[in-house]
């Protein structure tokens, strides 16, 4: 970012900070990130895939992660360590301007209820809004605009990026990432139907959000009817997610763009939901249950593995003439039946 | 919420005013709302689903709300109606923090057009923006940073949550619920193309909401090509919900959850359409049509009753072969068709 | 709209606009544009589909868009030219209220960085936030309640409706149409698993969309881990459309509502992606492919064409039998062919 100096370390405190074997000189700096093949003098770069070996003998970076097997064929200073993809993650927060920023206190312009209690070293930016009895704990960052409703409350550590709404009682726990355009604590979709008309049912529970979460660009996470919707620690939801009210989400799953969870399913931990994944109601999935993308799951899973639903894509044309007979096929497994039930009698 | 002293209510109130047979104490007080097994002295609770019959004897709750073939089983002082459901649908307003507070008025950092016109007894948080011609009917809560485009109208009653945008030129309803993170009436996605780029066509129309229409968080409500995009009376739409330009929606249905549907398309009255569900353009459902989650429609619908698409889903070494041979659909039929003519002319 | 005086043209002045044969009076004036049914004295109106032929005897426009092959049956005064439908488009930001607006200046409480470029004629609207290091460009309007973050740019022309939201590190090209509740630039799903959690891989990308470029609704592009997330010229992007990091989108491709595009992905020009199409990971889509609605493609297309993938909708009942059938197939398949080799044996 060309408004802030940019950070730069040496190879010894990085190699320290992952626990790597440094074959070179520790004192070398760098002062940024890239893959082998875009890598600048003054870059880190990683080898974390196979398929990319062929581009560590000629990268320009000062120095690579790598895997104690490919050392000797790195042609820069190098750390060594069994998984680099994991110290690549590691070590790219160092590399984040916004990691690096010092708090920048409380703005003028935000509205902020005498009754809420502020923590230390708390950033709370332009036109945010806090209401009352809400509670933010040491070290958090709220983004410009973002909207904390009364009583919420946010673990150490948690940062709100720009224009994030929080509803009232929602309780946020430590180290929470909550990206822009992201609702939590909206009303459940609840509603009783008089014959006539839906009446609405007033959503009286919260959302509560255990370590570590991190809630991707303009998703939603609803409040529970009666009790909470509850997220685990450890949880990743990417963006365009809908979490409906009551659901259980287990620690350390992975939820990615676009899924979609109806009211009172209950994730396990550990899962993984592919992009545009669909759950339906009231379900349970086990722990480790894998979903994979587009599928849409409407009966619980009580093992552990990976399941899907879907056609597969192909040409238009040809599409056309099997979706033709997806209509049929009850009636070709009939017709099947028959023909075997014929043949036997023959 | 901490923040605020909590509803409380006597059971004669409550009774009167859902027409339910109180039998106990009719000056009994409840000051919340739980489910049979989560309910605590001074708790109302109730039995709507015969499933949870079985933790009605022990229940902890002040009162609860059952139908009279249960009376006689429940421990503690009852209002006997025959949709108990909706009895808790309608009270539960009454506990909903939100519907209690006294109106705030005009917060000061709100930029409100000296043209808008603004009724009795409107609260607009902090840092909205209102723009000139905005009409805003009495009652009205504007959550905190949400924005309010030229000319348009709310009617009474109504409530935006925080952070909700209305372009210009759009029309609610009375008693509308918006949730956070909606905008209605942004551009529908209108282009018509040169033979080599498309050229933006503006979208002229607006949006208009009839009474007692509800939009979920994040969702998006697109303004018409020249008329209007309509939505219908008493419509609840859930969350990440997305509305084309001029799609007409009629009274009373129900979207749930990420609902996509595309231009101009109709929905009847009284429809269904579950989470994920896309419609394609230019179609029309008649009332009374439900589609089934995830389904995909892209024919129109003339007879009401339930549709659906997808394969269902397995395990995904199950769902590989099944997927592999749905490429084979075609060849298949044709295959069974030769060898029952094959076995005729046997 | 009623806060401003409508634009009104004269004949004259449309049919040079845009190159069209005028046969009427060039001194008439029109002040809207409205469909042939709709439209009223005042009104431009337009044929553009033969569907629509029977209208035009009866409009009660004062003037049509037509291909001079209908000039005899139109009643009115008529601009002729080959394409109407693209005269339509391009006439349709001369009635557009917000194109008309004369530029409003800097609003007092919009917080602007000193170290903020800001061009002439911007208008940044109330309650905005733009930081350190950001060049706006001349003549761009940036809407009430917009966050724009550290460092990012933005080209001539460009328009942010409310309440959207730019990270830092994002460049924007001229002309750029990006409506409320879109986030780009917030951090990509990018995770390494470390047996137990997950470890937050920093993204230190950023996303570059090029001229004319235009986003939806509440849509979401993400900012690359190591390189940018690319959206090419004239591309244009509906509502509630998800886009991962590293993406990348060739010129003038267009994606429909609710699309979803994995990360690393590369979509070639041309290319149309119907609503809900969800396309996997380090893909790559050649120029001139077309995805009909809601299509999963897992692997690359490489050539131009349509393509497709789902079952097609129909009666709940009906997809019940047909669906459980689905499971089968593999089954289905192999005892075919085992009736086919016994058929040839006998």
Known sequence: MKSAAPASYTLGELAERIEARLVGDPDLRVSGLATLTDAAPGDLAFLANRAYLKYLADTRASAVLVHPAHGETCPCPRLELDNPYLGYAKLSRLFDPLTNRDPQGVHPSAVVSPDAVIGARVEIGAHCVIEAGVEIADDCV????????????????????????????????????????????????????????????????????????????????????????????????????????????????????????????????????????????????ADGVQVTGMSLVTNSILEPGVYSSGTGSMSNSQWRKNAVRFKQLDEIAKRLTRLERGRRDA
């Open 142 to 285: 709220i983004g410009a605009g973002s909207f904390i409703g009364a009583d919420t409350t946010l673990g150490q550590g948690s940062r709100l990026h720009a224009n994030v709404t929080l509803y009232h009682g929602v309780s946020v726990g430590q180290r929470a990432i909550l990206h822009s355009g992201c609702v939590i604590g909206g009303d459940g979709f609840g509603f009783a139907h008089d014959g006539a008309h839906w009446e609405k049912i007033a959503q009286l529970g919260g959302v509560c959000l255990g370590d570590d979460v991190e809630v991707g660009s303009c998703s939603s996470i609803d409040r529970g009817a009666l009790g909470d919707t509850l997220i685990g620690n450890g949880v990743k939801i990417d963006s365009q997610v809908q979490i409906a009210h009551n659901v259980q989400i287990g620690d350390h799953s992975a939820l990615a763009g676009c899924v979609g969870i109806a009211g009172s399913t209950k994730v396990g931990r550990h899962c993984l939901l592919g992009g545009g994944v669909g759950l339906s109601g009231h379900l349970t999935l």
